[in-house]
């Protein structure tokens, strides 16, 4: 399995919407977990395709964040 970790100051209710649309999207099959710091929510994005790098899976969060963005 990889991971990455997506820092960021989120609020809950953003990290679980982000998390609504991008749950087992792709050939990653993302498994999303949000962590919780005080209040800031950072998101850890894992995957069973282990072909790829933690980077690879990453660049591959974020082009599927702004798809879902630019779909809006």
Known sequence: MIHTI???YFTKNQAEKIKAKLQGKTYFNFDI?????A?????????????YT???L???F??????EL???
């Open 6 to 8: 997506i820092d960021g």
């Open 33 to 37: 977990e949000i962590g919780n710091q």
């Open 39 to 51: 209040g800031n929510c950072t998101l850890v994005v894992k995957s069973n395709n282990t072909e």
């Open 54 to 56: 933690p980077d690879e």
């Open 58 to 60: 990453k660049a591959m």
């Open 62 to 67: 974020y082009f599927c964040c702004l798809g």
């Open 70 to 72: 630019a779909a809006a």
